[in-house]
């Protein structure tokens, strides 16, 4: 009984980071452009805002600072692919490796590794938080609670509004919106940078409140997790909500399984997100779903032949 | 709009000058080599402006990467020595890309090729003489065994390869640590390593320094070579990467191509795995494989997955990697400057390829 309690009341902290960066890469690909470097800006956002807490120590600057780390390399991504018209996977790859290898070299040098910090305190949402088994659930920080609105706005603006509407017709067909007014290249762009600003939010919650200290490559296959996580939901937002909920569940039971004593081989209890990965890739697969509800041009550079 | 009477003020055009941009078709080969060195310049320049802010004093620059790795008989060696199973990574990388097949478990192929020999090792499995090749068949095979299920899933069933090989990486890497802090710990330490190969079970000099592997890895990429420009199923291969539908509708056996080349790049991944084990470390350690996985992506990109200019492209990685261990060593910068490096290089050089194919034409006036 215990056990299960403490377990649901961990499940958000693994839950929130899976969502915010799923969200943040359907953002950008329900706009066409096919986001592999996940990865990659979840360790800028990570490095970023342990840096800023360690410098100011204000939780919610160090966050934004994650946002905005992220959204300054996808820069880079965005005129890669856009722009330049490189190959969607190889710049997407060569993002992650950048970034692995930008943010261990920072860390490293400016002495940012293993330096423990102050996360957020717990906030208990009375009287939620007196409910039996799930009261754990409705005690957690800030930003689990902030999570929500965000999803919202994002499905809102995604499946509401007009610039919305523009934002998929952009992905869908970028030569009808191009035809319609719509500016392609300027919507592929913000939406690289707004989707790289919320994975870098889910980066920057990894490292400040729940690992709570910067370790090189901290993000361990999250972002790749992440990319699945938006295959098998197939661009709906909701859906990668409760695959991000299920991934949570599972990582939050790792450190619970131990906790109860149940012994089992480490390192295959460690290998489990990755398996579930692969196992529900293939369950999709089977179950004959996921191709098609696909952007229609996804990973297709635009190029109007003609500019004028 | 002839009917219209002007108005009093001739319009200004709305922007006196545009840029247009058009598709090159064709560009003369010294123009292409111009722009690449261009491109590789600037990557080597900005690598240098970050090694010099990270504490590298700028003088020395040239004096370690250049003139110690390359024109000093031992580095050179070093730069050999490490070259192998670089090599090996990049064809592996080639061969796959060539079948338009995303390998990103290059890592996890190498883990099962590390794995294998040293089972060979540890379990005595055949004579002494035969020890060495056994454990590099053994390599190749649990290389190929791993790169098979991404394949069949992603022809049978469309699953991403990005993603299931890079997810079999991570569950390679974990039960990697489980043999090495597990069963197959040496006894003998305190620290995650298998116990040391025999003297028999490592991989020989075959000539005053220079160990086997390294002519090893240029026979590889002969018969990489041989295999993607000569023999049939490289025919295929071209094929299937030029347009896959028309090679179906032409009767080229896809599906089977597509495996073969898969596999093959599997097992040349998994006896890299036996090169480093065999090789350099002369055990199975827990890192081995970091950044292998990486740089063969790398290196089949620049080198356009052809398997000799691979090799070439290696070797200067390989220099990279020497040069960022004797960094590390005399100034601490992080292994993984040589990451952020090849990653630099690969930005610059991938733009550079947006100058070759457009043209960049400005023109006056609205009507030019």
């Not at chain 1, 890469?25 to 805002?49: K, N």
């Not at chain 2, 990467?241 to 028309?246: F, G, K, M, S």
């Not at chain 2, 898969?262 to 795995?273: D, K």
Request: charged fraction near 10%; aromatic fraction near 10%.
């Amino acid at each position: 009984m215990e056990l299960i309690t403490s377990w649901l009341g961990n499940v958000p902290d693994f839950a929130v980071p899976y969502a915010l960066a799923a969200l943040g890469l359907i953002l950008t690909e329900r706009a066409g452009v096919l986001a592999l470097g996940a990865e990659g800006l979840l360790l800028a956002g990570a490095l970023a805002s342990i840096g800023m807490q360690l410098a100011l120590g204000v939780t919610g600057l160090s966050l934004l600072a994650g946002m905005a780390a992220a959204a300054l390399v996808s820069v880079l991504f965005a005129v890669m692919v856009i722009i330049l018209r490189i190959n969607q996977v190889i710049a997407g790859l060569t993002l992650v490796f950048f970034c692995q290898g930008l943010t261990s070299l920072l860390g490293t040098l400016l002495e940012w590794t293993n330096q423990p910090i102050q996360g957020l305190p717990a906030l208990a949402l009375w009287p939620l938080s007196e409910l039996p088994l799930i009261g754990r659930l409705f005690n957690q920080n800030l930003m689990v609670y902030l999570t929500a609105p965000i999803f919202f706005a994002v499905v809102w603006y995604l499946q509401r509004s007009t610039s919305g509407l523009r934002l998929r017709a952009v992905g869908e067909n970028p030569q009808a919106a191009d035809a319609a007014g719509i500016p392609v290249i300027a919507y592929r762009f913000a939406a690289v940078m707004a989707g790289a600003a919320l994975v870098g939010l889910a980066g920057a919650y990894i490292a400040v409140l729940s690992t709570k200290m910067w370790i090189a490559d901290m993000s361990g296959g999250r972002g790749w997790i992440a990319v699945a996580l938006v295959i098998f939901a197939r661009w709906s937002p909701w859906k990668a909500l409760v695959g991000a909920l299920l991934f949570g569940c599972i990582e939050a039971l790792i450190p619970q399984l131990a906790a109860a004593g149940i012994r089992l081989p480490q390192y295959f209890v460690l290998m489990t997100p990755y398996a579930v990965t692969l196992g529900v890739m293939i369950w999709v697969a089977l179950s004959g779903r996921g191709q098609n509800d696909q952007p229609g041009a996804l990973g297709e550079p635009y190029v109007r032949e003609e500019r004028r | 709009m002839p009917d219209i009477a002007p108005t009093a003020a001739p319009r200004q055009p709305l922007a006196s000058r545009r840029y247009t941009l058009e598709i090159r078709q064709q560009m003369a080969w010294h123009w292409q080599a111009l722009i690449l060195a261009l491109a590789l310049l600037v990557g080597l320049g900005i690598s240098t402006a970050i090694l010099v802010a990270a504490g590298v004093p700028a003088g020395e620059l040239l004096n370690e990467f250049v003139l110690l790795t390359l024109f000093d008989l031992q580095s050179l060696k070093a730069v050999l020595f490490q070259a192998a199973p670089i090599i090996m990574v990049g064809l592996a990388g080639c061969i796959a890309f060539r079948a338009r097949f995303w390998n990103l478990g290059l890592e996890g192929q190498m883990i099962w090729g590390g794995i294998a020999a040293t089972a060979i090792s540890l379990f005595e499995v055949g004579p002494e003489a035969l020890r060495l090749p056994l454990m590099g068949l053994a390599a190749a095979l649990a290389g190929l065994a791993w790169a098979l299920a991404p394949v069949l899933l992603k022809l049978n069933l469309r699953v991403n390869e990005i993603i299931s090989t890079l997810m079999l990486n991570y569950i390679a890497a974990n039960f990697l640590l489980h043999l090495v802090y597990g069963a197959w710990k040496d006894p003998r330490d305190a620290f995650p390593y298998s116990p040391q190969y025999r003297p028999f079970e490592r991989i020989p000099e075959f000539f005053d320094g220079y160990s086997l592997a390294i002519p090893l890895a240029l026979l590889a990429a002969l018969l990489a070579w041989w295999f993607v420009s000569l023999c049939r199923a490289g025919l295929y291969l071209r094929f299937v990467d030029a347009n896959l539908r028309v090679a179906t509708a032409n009767g080229v056996p896809v599906r089977q191509v597509i495996i073969t080349s898969v596999l093959l790049s599997g097992s040349l991944a998994g006896l890299a795995g036996w090169l480093v084990a065999a090789g350099q470390e002369s055990r199975l350690t827990q890192a081995f494989y970091q950044g292998y996985g990486f740089s063969g992506i790398l290196i089949a990109f620049l080198a356009r997955n052809n398997p000799l200019a691979a090799t070439i492209v290696a070797l200067l990685v390989a220099t990279l990697f020497v040069a960022g261990r004797n960094l590390q060593v005399f100034y601490q910068i992080p292994f993984s400057m040589v990451q952020l490096i090849q990653a630099l290089i690969v930005i610059c050089v991938a733009s550079s390829d947006f100058f070759i194919r457009h043209r960049i034409r400005r023109t006056l006036g609205r009507d030019a």
